[in-house]
């Protein structure tokens, strides 16, 4: 099953059949059937990191790395994010101008419960705004602690 099914029948078993849900499912279908055109330093790069990856990453790297925590107040509210970490709900519509504040020359590591809208949020801030430097992790925020 590939992840669009896997969304798909996540949305019919949770019984989310508003419009409101069903736009939603469409932009993250949208999202993930698109292949990335960016340039090729771009491509270049890895977009994700999963544990072992984030980890080789922090050991090698030599510029300092702002994590961010795209989760809702909600969920917020049962998992508290990193100490260290800033906050931009990733579904909040104020996400575009909030992430447009950040410095651009800092790296960035994105996260969420399960890594989907931190790769949403990672793709956004690479191509709409510029950022060369913001990377998606793919687990589940407890892998981070």
């Known amino acids: 099953m590939g992840k669009n099914d896997e969304a798909l029948a996540w949305v019919f078993r949770s019984k989310l059949y508003g419009m409101k849900h069903l736009l939603t499912l469409s932009i993250i279908l949208l999202a993930l059937?698109?292949?990335?055109?960016?340039?090729?330093?771009?491509?270049?790069?890895?977009?994700?990191?999963?544990?072992?990856?984030?980890?080789?990453?922090?050991?090698?790297?030599?510029?300092?790395?702002?994590?961010?925590?795209?989760?809702?107040?909600?969920?917020?509210?049962?998992?508290?994010?990193?100490?260290?970490?800033?906050?931009?709900d990733g579904s909040d519509p104020a996400f575009p101008e909030k992430a447009r504040q950040l410095d651009p020359s800092k790296t960035y590591v994105l996260y969420c419960v399960a890594g989907l809208r931190s790769g949403q949020a990672a793709q956004y801030m690479r191509k709409e705004l510029g950022f060369e430097h913001v990377y998606s992790f793919t687990e589940s925020v407890d892998a981070l602690r």
Do not use: M, W, Y
Not at 60 to 79: H, P
């Open 33 to 88: 059937g698109c292949q990335t055109r960016d340039s090729q330093h771009l491509k270049d790069q890895p977009s994700e990191f999963n544990a072992s990856g984030l980890s080789a990453f922090l050991d090698t790297t030599q510029q300092d790395v702002v994590f961010i925590d795209v989760r809702t107040l909600r969920e917020l509210s049962r998992t508290p994010k990193l100490s260290s970490a800033l906050h931009l």
